[in-house]
C-alpha cells in the first residue's frame, strides 16, 4: 500500500508555525498526487498567512485544473507559474511589498513523469536504488558555495546567510523566481522537507531514515530527529580554516520542521 503524508512541527523555539503543508491524490484519478510545501518567512510579518494563502490556492488550483493536463505533466509549468505569480500579486496588493513571504516547493506526480516546482529554499528530493538525490535547487544566499564546488552542501548550515533566500512568493515581483524539474516516475519515494529539517539533518541522516522498513514512520522519525534530538553539531575546522568571519551552529528545534511524503506500493 502507498503513502502520502504531511507533518508538520512547530519546534521548541517558535510561538507559531509559520510552515504548511498539503498532499492529496486526485478524485479524479488517484495516480495523480499533489504535494505541497511552504514556509513562511519568519523575519517577515504574517509568514504563517503567506504559507497558507498559497497553498490554499494551489490546492484549489489542482482540484480544478484540466486532468488531461496534470496526467500528461508536460504543459503544466507554465500554467501553474501564471496560477503562482497571480497569488504573488494577490499578496503584494493585499498586504504591500516587502511584508510577507514564503518559500514554495511542490511536487505534481504525473501518469509517467513527476513535475517538481521550487522558489526558495524548502527541497525536493527523490530516493531511489537505495540513494537520496535533491532534485531542486536551493535559492540561497550560499548555494553557489556548493554548487561550484566551493564546500560540502551539509556545511552550508554554518553560514549565517544560510537562511537568506534570495526567491519567494509574497515580497514583491522581483523575487517570485521559480525552476521546475520533470523526471521520469522511475523512484521509490518522494520527499518534500522544510529548512527546519534540512539545516539540522545531512542528507546522510534523511537517507538512512528512508531504507527503514517501517515506512509509516519514516518521516514522523525524520521530523522528530530534527526537532528533537541534540545532534551537537560542529563547525569543522576545515571551514574555519577556507573561510574567514563567522559561523553558526544550528540548534535542534529552533525552527518549525515540516515534510511531505510519498511512498509508492
Known amino acids: 500500500m502507498s503513502i502520502l503524508q504531511a507533518i508538520s512541527d512547530i519546534g521548541l523555539l517558535r510561538d507559531i508555525n509559520e510552515d504548511y503543508a498539503f498532499c492529496n491524490s486526485h478524485p479524479k484519478n488517484p495516480d495523480i498526487k499533489f504535494m505541497v510545501l511552504a514556509d513562511g518567512m519568519g523575519g517577515k510579518s504574517q509568514g504563517d498567512v503567506a504559507s497558507q494563502e498559497i497553498v490554499a490556492a494551489l ?8 486532468i488531461g493536463l496534470l496526467a500528461d505533466i508536460t504543459g503544466v509549468s507554465p500554467v501553474l507559474d501564471k496560477k503562482v505569480h497571480e497569488v504573488n500579486s494577490y499578496l503584494i496588493t493585499k498586504y504591500g511589498e516587502n ?77 517570485c523566481k521559480s525552476k521546475s524539474y520533470v523526471i521520469k516516475n522511475d523512484y521509490d519515494i518522494v520527499l ?18 528512508l531504507g527503514r522498513k517501517r515506512h509509516k514512520d519514516i518521516l514522523k522519525h525524520i521530523i522528530e530527529m530534527a526537532v528533537h534530538k541534540d545532534l551537537k553539531l560542529r563547525v569543522p575546522s576545515s571551514l574555519k580554516k577556507k573561510f574567514k568571519g563567522r559561523f553558526t551552529t544550528p540548534v535542534h528545534g529552533r525552527d518549525n520542521a515540516s515534510g511531505v511524503i510519498y511512498i509508492k506500493d
Open 99 to 175: 511584508f510577507l513571504g514564503t518559500t514554495l516547493t511542490l511536487a505534481l506526480i504525473g501518469k509517467e513523469k513527476t513535475l517538481f516546482y521550487n522558489i526558495g529554499d524548502s527541497r525536493g528530493y527523490i530516493y531511489k536504488d537505495k540513494e537520496l538525490i535533491q532534485i531542486t535547487e536551493d535559492d540561497s544566499g550560499v548555494w553557489d558555495y556548493y554548487k561550484f564546488g566551493s564546500v560540502e552542501k551539509d556545511d552550508l548550515r554554518f553560514f549565517p546567510t544560510n537562511n537568506f533566500i534570495t526567491a519567494c512568493v509574497g515580497l514583491n515581483e522581483e523575487f
Open 192 to 209: 518534500l522537507v522544510s529548512d527546519g529539517v534540512t539545516d539540522l539533518l545531512s542528507d546522510k541522516d534523511i537517507k538512512k531514515h
Open 59 to 66: 490546492e484549489a488550483w489542482f482540484y480544478h485544473e484540466d
